[in-house]
């Protein structure tokens, strides 16, 4: 496992963007907000369904996303937006899949080898159960690792396609659904483009898999993987669990929402101090953070992989910009919010308050997070001495967003604004 780095991403949703040429006010305001990486969803030739992740031509892009009206190529357009990014200080990610492709694709019937299919000679789709139903993706056409006669060239395919895309100034590969895909895979691939390319970075999506699957699939080289800390309720005890069992094997990425999930600012109904709080504890409890385009505005629009456009963009009268932007300063200053270290949550006598404590040994750094988990209401925390949670004996300081405290009294009484969470760390060594 490679060393930790600061890990602070803004997904830049390319329907709602727009056109690769429109993309730099997008970057320009990332960068303002202290992100260091932006994750771009599939940019490539979709399928007759149309869905970003129905992949059709891996070296092709998706025409609403070309500027019809520029002198340059798509090829272009693109590298034009990725430099823009690398001005602006970013490194951009795009998503790699390569569990399935469209249905319509070329390879299915160029390829056929490459693909798993059923007894009555169609194509296998993928599929998943949800509240027990079978869901089936039709428009999408399942690779075959594990019996393709021909592995080696649906490895050289995709190795190929990496090698395209780092050419395009992407750095960076949410590898989708990396735990349906074998090791072996992954650990060639990672390895072979670490040999050429030494700064890419993987990142595992293995939402929705066991910890020990996670463990696996990040044991193949992965940098990061994505945590489940966005639904979790601040009173049960399964995050830690998992936390727990994977941090020490990769460091793991939280977010508030995703492109896959219900806008939070939909399911708070617009409320702001949830909206911080959420943000907050995703950026502070996980070694990197991801925080998708419009969240910072409160947007109540879900992303659609298929009908998405610019025409979404939402007038909300919500500007979250500075909040996010002093929450980011503080991961990037403060070492301990940038790895996996670890982290308990201690008793407190309110409920309503989550006080947790963490730790490292490696930068002899701990902090103390007191986070109000009422989004409506005041809440009090009481403690006689601070310093007793602390185990090194250090002097803690206020690194809150907001309301920051000069001075910390004994006894320590504060009533806490709705989801108002207080962040105190020690020095880092």
Known sequence: MRQPEK????????????????????LTRASEMGFNWVFVNPIQLTGYSGSLYSIKDYFGFNPLLIDQESKKSPEDQVKGANRTAEKLGLRM????????????????????????????????????YENGKKVVWNDLAKFDYWHSVDQEG??????????????????????????????????????????????????????????????????????????????????????MEQYNLTREVVPSIGFPESHD???????????????????LFSA?????????????????????????????????????TSFITSVNTIKRNHGIFQIEAPTEILHCDNPNILLMW????????????????????????????LHKFIQSGGVLNDVSPEYRLEYLPEPFSYDLRPGQTIVLVTADL
């Open 261 to 279: 999930t219900k806008r939070l600012g939909e399911e708070l109904h617009g409320n702001t101090d949830g909206l911080k709080q959420r943000y």
């Open 358 to 385: 963490k730790g490292s040994v490696g930068i002899h750094s701990e902090s103390l997070i007191i986070l109000n988990k009422d989004i409506h209401n005041k809440q009090h925390f009481y403690a006689d001495s």
């Open 93 to 128: 990610m795009i998503d790699l899949v390569v569990n399935h492709c469209a249905v319509d694709s070329d390879l299915v019937r160029e390829h056929p080898e490459w693909f798993q299919w059923e007894k009555e000679g169609h194509v296998s789709k993928p599929f998943c």
């Open 154 to 239: 649906l490895f050289l395919f995709f190795s190929k396609v990496v090698k395209f895309l780092i050419d395009l100034g992407f750095m960076g590969f949410r590898c989708d659904a990396a735990y349906q895909v074998p090791v072996r895979f992954w650990e060639r691939l990672i390895q072979e483009t670490r040999t050429l390319y030494p700064e890419v970075q993987f990142f595992a999506e293995t939402l929705g898999c066991t910890p020990d699957q996670t463990r696996k699939t990040a044991g193949a080289g992965f940098d990061y993987i994505f945590n489940s800390s966005k639904w979790w309720d601040f009173h049960s005890f399964w995050l």
């Open 284 to 320: 502070l409890c996980s070694a990197g953070v991801l925080m998708p385009i419009g969240f910072e505005f409160g947007f109540r629009k879900r992303f659609d992989v298929v009908k998405t456009t610019p025409d979404d963009w939402e007038q909300t009268g919500i500007d979250l």
């Open 7 to 26: 890990t602070i991403i803004y997904n830049l949703f390319p329907l709602l963007a727009g056109e690769f040429t429109e993309w730099e006010r997008h």
